[in-house]
């Protein structure tokens, strides 16, 4: 039985117990929560125990591998320690606020001997998959640009949103996701240039518009958690290649990303010629199939593919690189 804990009993901390309970053999010992009212309700509907003391979860001898769900700016602490006391550790997306945070994080990885993998759960997502999987086949030829989009109203399960010194705004937090999968796709990027909007509210840079050169592969990405309230989660991916493109784009029945009423979704490929048809997805939950991944590898001693410690570095110094780009105003070259 291998066991985990969870750091952090919010959103992302239910989403991950949940993920980690439909695993064989896996044992959830441990919730944390700053509140112990949160954790105790979490913790309780896995016969975890709820602790109130992340470190003291991160480093409990009982545990095997930690799910660190926590805000970004308590990553790399509770991250560290808890690989220094032998625990195998899957990090939430961005994997920090900065290229050293991430990586002071791979370094205490090599050095304790133990697995450090980042919950960018869009590779595991399955209509990405698909994608990925469908452009390796090359049926319509090389990939030539790639659209990427991620649209949603202010986040209303934490007031960490309101803190961008805490998360990096929405830019290391939400754009991170398509920029990562750009990166998934086509490589390092060569290139980024940005343009961005201010949070009214957090003052964070919550809108990013990013053009990414990939030298052959042009990427653009779309950002924003300035959309109004009542507007439903969206999210999509398009890529043009010499013969067609492939698209995949979802809307959720409600409004956030953690609504489970049932959206609009489709998956998609246009190829010249020939009339539009759907691509298969290998199905399952993107969450469910980041858990098993990491399991896999803790199981097998093995590094994983997907969510690897470099990619999500990556992620940040892109992401950093968008930032940077908005408020210079200058391309920025990786």
Not at 63 to 79: M, R
Not at 82 to 102: D, F, S
Not at 294 to 322: H, S, Y
């Amino acid at each position: 039985m291998l066991k985990v804990g969870i750091l952090g009993a919010g959103f992302m901390g239910g989403t991950h117990a949940a993920a980690f309970a439909q695993l064989p053999d896996v044992q959830i010992v441990g919730i944390s929560s700053r509140s112990a009212e949160k954790a105790g309700a979490l913790a309780a509907q896995y016969s975890a125990e709820p602790f109130t003391d992340a470190l003291a979860l991160a480093t409990d001898p009982r545990v095997d591998a930690i799910s660190n769900t926590l805000p970004t700016h308590l990553h790399k602490d509770l991250t560290i320690a808890a690989l220094r006391a032998g625990k195998h550790v899957l990090v939430e997306k961005p994997m920090g606020l900065t290229v050293a945070e991430c990586d002071e994080m791979r370094a205490a990885a090599a050095q304790n001997g133990r697995l450090l993998m980042v919950a960018h759960v869009l590779r595991f997502w399955p209509e990405y998959v698909a994608i990925a999987d469908f452009l390796k086949t090359g049926a319509l030829g090389r990939p030539l640009a790639a659209t990427a989009k991620r649209l949603v109203g202010p986040p209303r399960w934490s007031d960490f949103f309101l803190h961008p010194e805490w998360s990096g705004g929405e830019v290391l937090d939400l754009h991170v996701h398509d920029l990562d999968t750009l990166n998934w796709l086509f490589g390092t990027p060569r290139t980024v240039y940005a343009r961005g909007q201010r949070s009214p509210e957090s003052g964070g840079w919550d809108l990013a518009l990013t053009l990414i050169d990939y030298g052959d592969v042009k990427g653009f990405a779309e950002g924003s958690a300035l959309q109004v309230p009542e507007y439903p989660f969206t999210m999509g991916l398009a890529v043009l290649c010499e013969r067609g493109s492939v698209e995949f784009t979802f809307r959720a029945g409600g409004v956030q990303v953690d609504s489970r009423d049932a959206g609009g979704s489709s998956l998609l490929v246009y190829e010249q010629g020939q009339p539009p048809r759907s691509l298969e997805s290998p199905g399952g939950d993107g969450y469910a199939n980041e858990a098993a991944a990491f399991i896999e590898c803790v199981r097998g001693g093995r590094a994983p593919t997907q969510g690897t410690a470099e990619q999500g570095r990556l992620a940040v110094v892109t992401a950093l690189a968008a930032r940077e780009s908005i408020e210079t105003g200058r391309v920025v070259s990786l």
